[in-house]
């Protein structure tokens, strides 16, 4: 994989960190809005080639592959050029903000004989293939809550009146756009479409929601997402089943740190906790390790299963947006 980058934000730089260690990909161009930042950001990552022109990036044949992670508002119109250009993309997270704008990037993908993806990382993990594994174990699964709060830096100015694109509409910000989609991603790639869904936003000052609770409903469970902007905590995730539950540590950020399974307390027992997970590393490794596979087998199954998935956390995304006032009056 010949790949460029867009973006030069603390996930881009993890990034790199991954494609060390993956033999396979190579990254072989930046892209800046100014030359100077380009070349800045290509040094710091030993990239031979720099660039402040999307378009002429895109034209390069150098290129084959495109990491896109810019503001979230941008992703649709950046990926839509780099398809067009004949370039595979691999996509931030959120996709899209609708399922016409994710289906429409898909066609052009099958259009233009190349591949996209999005890049949520937990999916990809050993440590979700570990929990599916062993999910048989918890019985029936009634409840769950998945808790991605993380208190932003950006909050404190925010609410000084300086709005950074994490909060700002414009941007596709906001608390379900940023960091929900993971408890969306989670709770598809585990268990489907829900049935009905439901999102409580607590409403910021220029109409976005700094944090928020989604409830996915089941015929036989119910999934809490919370996602947070303005409080944090300890990002557990519990799968609470009939006869136990899965605790995942940052199961909610994507990171997928720590599986364990524990059978239910009685009044006379406190059942000891059983680890299921592995030490993984670095966990964005995983998702580029399987964008290479799909890629270089030109593995359709892997291909199409990614984009239901991605299709239908769109869906719960667009019913979800819709109780967001910021994003209520928009004609996409
Ligand atoms: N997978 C994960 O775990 C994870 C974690 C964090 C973020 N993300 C995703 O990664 C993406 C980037 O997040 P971020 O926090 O790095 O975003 P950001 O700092 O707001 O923007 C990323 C880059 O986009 C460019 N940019 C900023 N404002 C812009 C504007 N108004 N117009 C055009 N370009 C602009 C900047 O690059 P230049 O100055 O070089 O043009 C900047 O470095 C988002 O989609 C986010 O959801 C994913």
New binding site residues.
Partial sequence: MKLAT???????D?AYRSFEDLEGITPVAV????ME??EE?AKKHNVPQAFDDLDTMLASPDIDTVY?????S??VPQARKALEAGKNVIL???FAATVKEGKELFELAEKNGVMIFE???SIHTPNFGLLKDNLYRVGQIRECVFNFSQYSRKYARYMEGIV???FNPE?DGGAL??IN??NIHLAVALFGKPQSVHYTPLIGWNGIDSSGVLLMVYPDKIITAIGSKDSSCDYLAAIQGETGTMRISKGS??KMEYVDFVTPATENQNPEPEQISIDQGLH?TYEFMDFLTALNENNQEMYQAYKEETLAALEILEQARAQIPAYQQEAK
Avoid: C, W
Avoid at 31 to 34: A, D, I, K, L
């Fill in positions: 867009i973006g030069r934000g603390a996930i881009v993890q892209y800046s809005r100014t930042q380009a950001f896109i992670a810019s503001p979230n941008l992703h931030e997270k959120p890049a949520i990382t950074d694109n994490v941007m756009m940023d989609i993971y950020t994507g964005m």
